[in-house]
């Protein structure tokens, strides 16, 4: 049997914080955690434009490991909407909203959608399925 827990998780940037669900019980393991930063391809471009990772990149961290933990559909609705408090609160509004429509177009379980993800070597890679709520499980799997 699995049981869904809220976890809260500190936002480096702001100290807010956003649920991540915690699933116990029996269960197949996680991939391990990735980070595409902000959406890969904003934080990529950044960097490459301005030499620096977005000001926001530890608003994006929290939300990835909220999105890589996956849950009942409700709390990435709290996690979307954590991400844009985030941003906001870091001086960045019009991004914020920028960012919380796009997450809630291109974040669904069942959307694999591309995305570039920094490996823990500091290298990036082209992936799919990793934007999707509940990556950290095999596509099309999920937990909700």
Known sequence: MLEIEDEATDTPTTGSSVSTPRVTGTQAPLKPFTTDGCSGF?????R???GVAPPWEGCCLTHDRAYHQ???VALRLKADTELMRCVAANG??????IMFIAVRLGGPRWLPFPSLRKQTD??????MNEVRWGYGWKFPRYKE
């Open 42 to 46: 904003l934080s990529f471009n950044w």
């Open 48 to 50: 490459l434009l301005f």
């Open 70 to 72: 996956g849950g009942p």
């Open 92 to 97: 960045h509004p019009y991004w914020a909203i």
């Open 122 to 127: 500091g290298r990036w890679k082209f992936s």
